[in-house]
């Protein structure tokens, strides 16, 4: 990646760091005394990568990695002078492809969106680290979905078209997590919740661009294909009409971020068979 490109990525008004500093206050708790090699996943622009390295006292080393090379070089650089090791690669958080039990404790930080994202970030995180170790989960919370839902809402409203779009915002309104659904997907795993909050996030996404490249609004925008199919036109102007919201100050916007930690449990306690990765379609 060009130097000019790294440094627009690493720009602090980038959402990204946003919802990663968001995270911080309730990650970091949660690895302090973490012994061994600790693993960040979907290292994103690295803010909560660095936070996560000075603070970890009692790790030997920490791993990152990110699917976007883009994201593991603007994490890389965000830290350069740390006293501990950091190693990374360009992985996807569902094909890490580490040995079972090798981390102390592992972090997905934009993990997941959807229920089946959650499960799968679970999934993948349990079983790379050891028991008792810790796996922590950030996922986009339903308030946030919510106001992207009411946008569209509004604007089918306005263009009388709610009746011919309401198959598809049925579909789009099942699209959300929350912390019993985080719960959940936690306990088909074998995990056993230490802690769980709703982290309030004020991102401004003043632009249609904005809102589509954002890490976790992006995907869920991504998801409404089949509203522009059925009116066509309708999630860009629904995204113009939400970004006027951020723009101003006549609505009170904040967005919810939840933050999820648990441990892994000795296997013979485990209370259900292996889960395997489900279909996030």
Known sequence: MSTGAQAAFRDPARPIHVWESAAVPHVLPRVSDVSGTILVAACGAGTLLRHVVDAAASASR????????????????????????????????????????????AIGVHACTTEAEALNAFVALDKVVRPGGVVTVCALGARSAGLLLEAVLEECLARGVLEQCRSAIDDLSGRRVDLEMLDAAAERVGLQRTYAARAEV??????VDALRTDPLLGPVVA??????????????????????????????????????????????????DEVDFVDEQ
């Open 223 to 272: 998801g409404w294909a089949e509203l522009d199919a059925v009116a066509p036109g309708v999630v860009d102007a629904a995204l113009a009409r939400l970004a006027t919201y951020f723009g101003g100050d006549a609505v009170d916007l904040s967005l919810e971020l939840l933050v999820w930690a648990g441990t892994v449990r000795e296997p013979d306690v485990m209370a259900v």
């Open 202 to 207: 004020d991102a401004r996404l003043d632009s």
């Open 62 to 105: 920490v791993m990152a990695v990110d699917s976007d090379p883009r994201r593991v070089d603007a994490s890389r650089a965000a830290v350069v002078g740390t006293a501990r090791p950091v190693f990374f690669a360009t992985n996807a958080l569902t094909g890490l492809g580490y040995a079972p039990d090798v981390f102390g404790a």
